[in-house]
């Protein structure tokens, strides 16, 4: 409330140094003497010390007003709604701002006491915690330190499985806003984690086991094996007593099948969710002795052509990519993703059988693929590929990767493939057992930026890329080739944006001109945004921009006070880089007159740069900052709403605006 009313002008009526003036009586004039025109007083501004009687009610009542509006229940709390506001405000200090042993006790126990529940918001209670630690500060003076704030909220976190690996690390931190954006960052990666999980009773692939209750059945001389169910039980007392199992009678002639010198046999099973059920499936193909190559193209390296062999697989739903260590060749299901084929001739001996089960190997030829390994787009292309349309999934070899050269290691939920120099060309990820490769196409959580340069989009939807700036300016860039994989679907605009509508309601600009010509560092310029009515996540409240009137470059810092300390410092991170860069010094520099302080006329003179001060109520003059200003914060408000995310995101939504805006053009 007291910040409210500071940033107002307003505390010195709360407190009493602004006394009420007295009415002056004009003096009296006799009917012989002509009057004149009395001239009203000159008006004073918000924060004069002596304004006139008019303008001392006027402010008075203004005072009065934030205090009960930003009160709840003020008949309750027993506040003063009549008299000036010193008698509202005194009520309140009467009443609530009496800070004793007792009261400052059991706020610092009610802090102390929090603790984090796993599988909770961890932004929820670090703004809780936050709540009570200003409880703590407010009946306190001094308030508590910063490091003191940072054990509870390091203390408040539950030494859990998922929570316990980034604990250590926390105690490391200097500052509490470091500790609590680290724990944000870690919420936020365990809430990816869980949002990808499969549901356990989904769907299970080739080549996965899935758990299932063993058979309970007392008659039962099938227990032991893994995958026999009460359900499946055809003996005595099972569900399928009375009953003959497929393939009953024929097992002779599928194991003479599989009786060939130069066949190898792999067991592998899966379950789907149909409950009388379970499939079987097995690996069985010849090897002959003949050595060979990978059949593996990364980039440009050319393979060599080599046999191969196949997989034996049963056909469900959206065909995934595995990385199989159990297949000598890579397979594909789909006639589609082949780039080049050709059909291969039946050939005698060369089919494997398993029981309830066969594949067939069609066909042959080269198909490219691509993944999205660390952020970066590669092409892999599997030469000698096989056409297997009765597999119920794409394979890739470990082998075949393996004798091209590639190492593969599986481990911490992943299985990556490395060149011999150690870069990484293909990572897959552990779903249910199996490592599950995703192409740039069906990855479902790649996000929009990682995939911006795979194809041709609307300029709507580069509009919304690029923090909304502009359609013209994006035209610009694309016609002139600024940007690699600017390609833009269309030239046109579908209506307009309504995100830009509400987000970017403004007044009219001035008319002023501005300076031109000048060069970087010649004149530079910041301001304050804030107090924000929400805190960032990791704890700030105001925006600090300073701009080169020479370059248009927008430098942004995120603070949570805004004295002359924390800013000057900013300024000289400001300075060091700047200078460093462009080899010049800072030759003038504008701001308003919240910044004609000794500390900022002192930094003037030791770096000897001219610092201008605009006129009181004319933001006009400081433009180049407020301009600034103004386009960050409707790109804020732009991006929460077309993101759907929180209030709490603004800082990082202005340091997005601020980056992107920094790479575009600007006019």
């Known amino acids: 409330m007291a910040q409210l009313l500071g940033a107002k002008g307003l505390l010195e009526y709360v407190d009493g140094s602004v006394l009420k003036p007295t009415e002056t009586q004009p003096p009296a004039t006799s009917e012989s003497t002509p009057t004149k025109d009395i001239t009203p007083a000159a008006a004073t501004p918000i924060y004069s010390s002596t304004p006139s009687l008019d303008e001392w009610i006027y402010r008075d009542r203004l005072a009065r007003g934030h205090i009960i509006l930003n009160c709840t229940n003020i008949t309750g709390l027993g506040i003063r709604t009549g008299g000036t506001s010193k008698d509202t405000w005194d009520s309140i200090q009467e009443e609530w701002g009496k800070s004793t042993d007792m009261r400052q006790s059991h706020a610092y126990e009610a802090l102390t006491q929090m603790k984090f529940v796993e599988g909770n918001d961890i932004q929820a209670h670090l703004q809780l915690l936050r709540t009570r630690k200003a409880e703590v500060d407010s009946l306190s003076d001094p308030g508590m ?7 509870i909220v390091i203390r408040s976190i539950p030494t859990t499985a998922k929570w316990l690996p980034v604990i250590p690390s926390l105690y490391a931190l200097s500052s ?159 006639r589609n993703a082949f780039v080049d084929y050709k059909t291969l001739s039946t050939r005698v001996g060369d089919s494997a059988k398993a029981e309830d089960g066969g594949f067939e190997i069609v066909g042959e030829g080269s198909v490219l693929q691509r993944y999205n ?49 150690g870069t990484i060309v293909l990572t897959g990820k552990a779903v249910v057992c199996l490592y599950i490769l995703e192409d740039v196409e069906t990855a479902p959580n790649v996000p929009l930026a990682m995939v911006s340069l795979s194809q041709a989009v609307s300029l709507g939807q580069w509009h919304r890329r690029l923090t909304h ?118 030759r003038r520099l504008r701001t308003d007159g919240a910044f004609d302080t000794s500390l900022w006329k002192e930094f003037g003179q030791v770096h000897g740069i001219t610092h201008e001060l605009s006129a009181p109520y004319s933001s006009s003059q400081n433009g180049l900052a407020e301009r600034a200003i103004r386009t960050t914060i409707e790109d804020v408000r732009t991006l929460l709403r077309d993101s759907g995310l929180g209030h709490s995101y603004w800082a990082e939504a202005a340091a997005f605006s601020i980056d992107t805006r920094n790479l575009i053009p600007s006019r």
Not at 381 to 402: F, G, I
Not at 415 to 420: M, Q, Y
Not at 511 to 525: F, G, Q
Not at 547 to 558: P, Q, R
């Open 373 to 421: 390994v660390d952020g970066i787009e590669r092409d892999i292309t599997y030469t000698r590929a096989l056409h297997t349309p009765t597999l119920n999934a794409n394979l890739v070899s470990v082998s075949a990767l393996d004798k091209a050269g590639l190492t593969t290691v599986f481990g911490q939920g992943k299985g990556v493939t490395r060149l011999a120099d």
């Open 469 to 586: 700036c502009s359609t013209s300016t994006i035209q610009d860039m694309a016609n002139r080739r600024l940007v690699d994989g600017l390609n833009i679907l269309g030239e046109k605009l579908s209506g307009k944006c309504e995100d830009c509508i509400m987000g970017r309601q403004t007044r009219r600009p001035f008319d002023r001109e501005t300076e031109k010509d000048l060069l970087p560092l010649d004149l530079v310029s910041f301001d304050l945004w804030g107090p924000s009515r929400v805190q960032s996540i990791g704890g700030k409240l105001y925006l600090m921009i300073i701009v080169d009137a020479g370059t248009s470059y927008k430098f942004g810092a995120y603070l949570s006070d805004k004295s002359d300390s924390t800013t000057l410092a900013v300024f000289e991170i400001f300075c060091t880089k700047s200078e460093a860069l462009t080899g010049r010094q800072i």
């Open 176 to 334: 509490s806003a470091d500790v609590i954006s680290t724990l944000c960052e870690h919420g936020l990666i365990l809430g990816a984690g869980d949002a990808n999980k499969v549901a356990t009773n989904s769907l299970n692939t080739a080549l996965a086991v899935r758990a299932i209750e063993p058979c309970g059945n007392p008659n039962c001389k099938a227990k032991k094996r893994s995958t026999h169910t009460t359900a499946n039980c055809y003996w005595p007392g099972g569900g399928k007593e009375g009953q003959f199992p497929p393939n009953f009678g024929q097992r002779s002639k599928a194991n003479s099948a599989s009786t060939t010198t130069h066949a190898a046999a792999v067991p592998s099973t899966t379950a789907t969710t149909i409950p009388d059920k379970v499939e079987h499936f097995a690996l069985s193909a010849q090897i002959p002795n003949t050595p060979g190559q990978s059949g593996i193209l990364i980039d440009s390296v050319v393979p060599t052509i080599y046999p191969h062999k196949a997989l034996l697989g049963k056909g469900f739903g959206r065909v995934p990519t595995f990385m199989d260590s159990g297949a000598s060749d890579t397979m594909f299901v789909s």
């Open 145 to 151: 330190s910063d490091k003191a704030w940072r054990g």
